[in-house]
């Protein structure tokens, strides 16, 4: 388990602008090395200005869109078109405007019940899983932080078994900034085994979780975000000052 590279950017354009060049530097070595590049997107506002430099010249250029395989670390039980669905925001910013092939966007159902929707991202998963997992091994996960510590929609409390024992499960009753309560996450078996875990959090408000996360004293049953440690892989957390501000002596 590597210990976490910690980036604080002086501004947005410079951090926004680093987490693009990581992107396009991690699909192309996978694509040179494996003929294809697996990354989940993160929901919520902090990567929307990530979708939209990927979705414009020059860097929309710089990917091969043709061998990208597209996941989502989280979902809201709404419908695709819904204003909260992390699908819809990226069809929105990204999908729409680049040359993915379709049958490379594994989506997750948020408009169908619980159960389906589990059972069909479970399927999704097993049809792209190899080393004998029932879930493939995502060379990049985008991840990014609520306030409360949350992460894609592994929240406070008790980590239970589907959490340790699933690739996806459904969260009941999420309590977070009038969001959905209803939600589909990939879990720390799949996030743990990325390839690269890329944290993205900006904005004095989580500052003081960003904090937290980065203490060795607190739990990650009450951080989520700590549950995050890729076992043979790397994790970079790119911090603007906001987010930052509590932190005293950190990595450059
Ligand atoms: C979601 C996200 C969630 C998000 C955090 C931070 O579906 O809401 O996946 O985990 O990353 O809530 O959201 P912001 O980026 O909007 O602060």
Known sequence: MSKPTIKIFQDLTSLHDEAVSLIVSLAKT??????????ALAGGGTPKPIFRLLSQP????????QHVLLFWGDERFVAPKHEESNYGLAQELLLRHIPIPKQNIYRMKGEVDMVSAVADYTYKLAQVSEFG????????AIM???NDGHTASLFA????????????MAVNGA???SKPSQRLTLTPLVFNDARHVLFLATGTKKAETVTAVFNPNTSPANYPAKRIQPHNGSLSWFLDQGAASNLVAVQK
């Open 30 to 39: 996978a694509i040179q090395k494996r003929g294809k590049f697996l990354m």
């Open 58 to 65: 020059p860097r929309t250029h710089q990917i091969d869109w």
């Open 133 to 140: 997992r029932t879930w493939p091994r995502l060379d990049l």
């Open 144 to 146: 990014g932080m609520g």
């Open 157 to 168: 409390g008790k980590i239970g078994s589907e959490e340790l024992l699933r690739p996806v």
């Open 175 to 177: 309590d977070y900034d």
